[in-house]
């Protein structure tokens, strides 16, 4: 059964970094697009970044140059690293992987507050 397990959120000043995990199982990882989502309080799910099994990868315009995705397919491990974060970035982040079938993980609170 696929599992995906997201970890690493928490509270961070303004300027401060993160960064997440995602642990999966049940799945062939490698072939999986993986990516990043993230639900702000009363906001839609949206795309922060995804990385395809190739190793290419996407951002939101609106994390561009801050946040960085990257994979590990022999851990089965997703990552973001999130510098210079801002309050906008507040949300639950959740762990997605792609392919005709999609998983979530539960998803990882990420506050930007000082």
């Known amino acids: 059964q696929a599992r995906l397990v997201e970890s690493g959120g928490g509270l961070v000043q303004p300027g401060g970094s993160l960064r997440l995990s995602c642990t999966s199982s049940?799945?062939?990882?490698?072939?999986?697009?993986m990516g990043w989502y993230r639900q702000a309080p009363g906001k839609q799910r949206e795309l922060v970044a995804n990385i395809s099994s190739s190793g290419r990868t996407n951002y939101a315009e609106s994390v561009e140059g801050r946040f960085t995705i990257s994979r590990d397919n022999p851990r089965t491990r997703l990552y973001l690293q999130m510098n210079n974060l801002k309050p906008e970035d507040t949300a639950v982040y959740y762990c997605?992987?792609?392919?005709?079938?999609?998983?979530w993980g539960r998803g990882t609170q990420v506050t930007v507050s000082s």
């Open positions: 049940g799945i062939n990882f490698k072939i999986y697009t």
């Open positions: 997605r992987a792609g392919l005709s079938t999609n998983f």
